[in-house]
């Protein structure tokens, strides 16, 4: 029996709701990630969710989905008061392969096997069977009502599933996933798997896939034969008209998607193998426009966080430092120069894990030893 061993920090995947609208949902229309349509805004200095400043009630609600192995639940948890929401039961064992927040709900695939769960200082390492000939792909809404559930069991789909990337559409009816330098599209409702005909100016080989908030782009990062470095774009998903830019000497490790903008993050070395470089950069994509330029930051230590701001204005780092602190940099995307820094103060040990952009605000989510924290909020420009 084989078995695929998967690293996360603290849980497979995250992806944060706010009671005022979903982030992925953020039109650039508002600069920010609010929603349109709504009159909630959020001020920076402001963690309970009432704006003060103009009188608007708006509880902000920061989810995330989690999964907990002991209690074999799917939950959404809420980081500013660290309490769940609402959550689901499952009555077999289960070992996720992917939970995310999708527009209006969550979504788990995973494999009805007992995974084998190993935590250290707050990273845990999944060992899943891929051996298994079915996965189920789990639908809910926002209160965790099950609402569809579909067992997968094409033998090539599960072929690619297993080892390969692969991203879920923002509707939860698609998902795309990526074998070598082929993109397939799987449809959950009519069964259908259909590879994806690219137009396109590079062969990439594919390492982390994700759709834009419209479902119209899918973000990319990869390699290129035989070039030292990271290949990254934009693939227009109406057509297959891919665009493709290279950074060389750059080691992609995170993508992270904001609306039709997305920010490749570098590796950042240990310190048993020299820790970070003295700089750094990021590499900044609009998907839109299939644009990319690679952005360069002050230190090696900031260019493993990065998001962009939902208007595609700002690029956004995070470093955390040995007292449990740490500091927001802001930087234009349109000349690389930086607009304000601005640090956070926590009273735990706790590390930066993923930034997110809510309006004018940034907080930046920390793992612990105990689970998730929210930073306080700081302001964009």
Same mark, same amino acid.
């Given at each position: 029996?084989?078995?695929?061993?998967?690293?996360?920090?603290?849980?497979?995947?995250?992806?944060?709701?706010?009671?005022?609208?979903?982030?992925?949902?953020?039109?650039?229309?508002?600069?920010?990630?609010?929603?349109?349509?709504?009159?909630?805004?959020?001020?920076?200095?402001?963690?309970?969710?009432?704006?003060?400043?103009?009188?608007?009630?708006?509880?902000?609600?920061?989810?995330?989905?989690?999964?907990?192995?002991?209690?074999?639940?799917?939950?959404?948890?809420?980081?500013?008061?660290?309490?769940?929401?609402?959550?689901?039961?499952?009555?077999?064992?289960?070992?996720?392969?992917?939970?995310?927040?999708?527009?209006?709900?969550?979504?788990?695939?995973?494999?009805?096997?007992?995974?084998?769960?190993?935590?250290?200082?707050?990273?845990?390492?999944?060992?899943?069977?891929?051996?298994?000939?079915?996965?189920?792909?789990?639908?809910?809404?926002?209160?965790?009502?099950?609402?569809?559930?579909?067992?997968?069991?094409?033998?090539?789909?599960?072929?690619?599933?297993?080892?390969?990337?692969?991203?879920?559409?923002?509707?939860?009816?698609?998902?795309?996933?990526?074998?070598?330098?082929?993109?397939?599209?799987?449809?959950?409702?009519?069964?259908?798997?259909?590879?994806?005909?690219?137009?396109?100016?590079?062969?990439?080989?594919?390492?982390?896939?994700?759709?834009?908030?419209?479902?119209?782009?899918?973000?990319?990062?990869?390699?290129?034969?035989?070039?030292?470095?990271?290949?990254?774009?934009?693939?227009?998903?109406?057509?297959?008209?891919?665009?493709?830019?290279?950074?060389?000497?750059?080691?992609?490790?995170?993508?992270?998607?904001?609306?039709?903008?997305?920010?490749?993050?570098?590796?950042?070395?240990?310190?048993?193998?020299?820790?970070?470089?003295?700089?750094?950069?990021?590499?900044?994509?609009?998907?839109?426009?299939?644009?990319?330029?690679?952005?360069?930051?002050?230190?090696?230590?900031?260019?493993?966080?990065?998001?962009?701001?939902?208007?595609?204005?700002?690029?956004?780092?995070?470093?955390? /430092?040995?007292?449990?602190?740490? #500091?927001?940099?802001?930087?234009?995307?349109?000349?690389? !120069?930086? $607009? +304000? *820094?601005?640090? &956070?103060?926590?009273?735990? /040990?706790?590390?930066?894990?993923? #930034?997110?952009?809510?309006?004018?605000?940034?907080?930046? !989510?920390? $793992? +612990? *030893?105990?689970? &998730?924290?929210?930073?306080?909020?700081?302001?964009?420009?």
């Amino acid at each position: 029996m084989r078995k695929l061993y998967l690293a996360f920090a603290m849980t497979l995947c995250i992806s944060l709701l706010t009671a005022c609208g979903s982030n992925r949902n953020s039109q650039t229309e508002t600069t920010d990630g609010t929603v349109p349509g709504t009159n909630c805004t959020v001020e920076p200095d402001v963690l309970s969710g009432t704006d003060t400043k103009n009188n608007i009630d708006c509880e902000e609600s920061h989810l995330m989905p989690e999964f907990d192995y002991n209690s074999n639940e799917l939950a959404l948890l809420n980081l500013t008061t660290g309490t769940p929401t609402a959550s689901y039961p499952f009555e077999a064992a289960q070992t996720p392969m992917l939970v995310e927040q999708i527009d209006d709900g969550v979504v788990m695939l995973s494999s009805q096997t007992t995974a084998d769960v190993q935590n250290t200082k707050g990273v845990s390492v999944v060992a899943g069977d891929d051996s298994v000939e079915t996965l189920t792909y789990w639908r809910f809404d926002n209160e965790m009502n099950l609402l569809k559930k579909y067992e997968l069991t094409h033998s090539e789909l599960m072929e690619g599933l297993w080892g390969y990337t692969f991203a879920v559409s923002p509707d939860g009816c698609e998902l795309i996933y990526a074998v070598g330098d082929c993109l397939y599209c799987y449809t959950f409702e009519t069964q259908n798997l259909k590879q994806i005909a690219l137009k396109t100016d590079k062969t990439v080989y594919y390492e982390t896939i994700h759709y834009s908030a419209s479902g119209n782009y899918l973000a990319f990062f990869g390699s290129i034969a035989d070039q030292n470095g990271t290949a990254y774009g934009s693939v227009n998903l109406s057509d297959g008209t891919s665009k493709t830019f290279f950074a060389k000497d750059f080691s992609g490790m995170a993508l992270s998607v904001n609306g039709e903008y997305a920010a490749v993050a570098d590796t950042i070395q240990p310190d048993s193998m020299g820790g970070p470089n003295e700089t750094g950069s990021v590499l900044y994509l609009d998907l839109a426009h299939q644009q990319g330029r690679q952005i360069a930051v002050e230190t090696g230590a900031e260019s493993g966080l990065a998001a962009v701001s939902t208007d595609g204005r700002y690029l956004v780092t995070c470093m955390g /430092d040995e007292s449990s602190n740490g #500091i927001f940099k802001v930087y234009g995307t349109t000349d690389g !120069v930086k $607009a +304000t *820094e601005q640090p &956070y103060e926590m009273n735990r /040990d706790c590390k930066p894990y993923q #930034i997110h952009i809510q309006g004018q605000s940034v907080h930046v !989510v920390l $793992a +612990t *030893e105990s689970g &998730y924290l929210l930073s306080p909020a700081v302001s964009l420009p």
